[in-house]
């Protein structure tokens, strides 16, 4: 009895012992930075970091330039519409020359084509309208590429991470709980961070191509509408 008695306080004891005692691997995870999460992925997270600012780089530059492309001038069809139908081609010219944007280029051009078939005006205008889309589109394709090879370098943090668990485990002789703990560090790091930068990438890409497409539309529309003007009074 005396014996169940004694093994009873040690194993008292030791619980209390245990509860006394601090613990610093939940401590060191609260108190865990981002750019200490970072570090533990290794060295994979180098190039998806890399990518991520060359994307929002891209992404900023590229949605910037869109939104000043397709501020849309009012007054500049209606002006053209307005010196076309009143013969004063010249004015017209004016008036596309000095509203710099992508639809002035085109309905220069096609300006610059009166008096000829309205297909090769409609086709001169047609090849600036894909020139003026190509600077739009620059450097968009890009992200679609960051947003293919992002989760792929990702998972290649997660095969490095898994090698490192069995390395350890291998050199322990065992199963450690420090040793796999590190390898897990490395694999759920990498595979979050290549995932998070490829999601963010693909939205940016498709959010381009939409803001690209709405002003395609209504460059088309404005171009269709000039093409008529110029074609009525053949009529």
């Known amino acids: 009895m005396s014996l169940v008695q004694d093994t009873a306080r040690a194993a008292v004891d030791t619980f209390n012992q245990a509860a006394q005692q601090p613990l610093p691997a939940a401590a060191s995870t609260e108190n865990m930075s981002l750019i200490d999460m970072m570090i533990k992925g290794g060295w994979i997270m180098v190039p998806i970091l890399l990518l991520f600012f060359i994307g929002l780089v891209i992404f900023f530059e590229r949605y910037l330039t869109i939104r000043r492309a397709a501020k849309y001038d009012n007054s500049l069809m209606s002006q053209v519409k307005a010196n076309v139908l009143s013969g004063n081609l010249d004015s017209a010219l004016a008036v596309c020359r000095s509203s710099n944007s992508a639809l002035g280029r085109m309905l220069q051009k096609g300006l610059l084509r009166v008096g000829r078939p309205i297909k090769d005006i409609e086709g001169a205008i047609e090849n600036v309208g894909k020139l003026e889309v190509a600077k739009l589109e620059k450097n968009i394709n890009i992200l679609g590429i960051i947003a293919g090879i992002a989760p792929m370098l990702g998972f290649v943090g997660t095969i490095f991470g898994v090698i490192r ?57 404005d171009a269709v509408e000039f093409i008529d003007l110029l074609d009525e009074p053949g009529r």
Do not use: C, P, Q, W
């Open 165 to 221: 668990i069995f390395h350890e485990v291998e050199l322990a002789g065992g199963i450690d709980i420090a040793s796999v703990s590190g390898g897990l560090y490395v694999k759920m790091v990498s595979s979050a961070s290549g995932l998070a930068v490829g999601i963010l990438a693909y939205l940016g890409y498709h959010i381009l191509n939409m803001m690209v497409e709405r002003l395609i539309l209504r460059m088309e529309t």
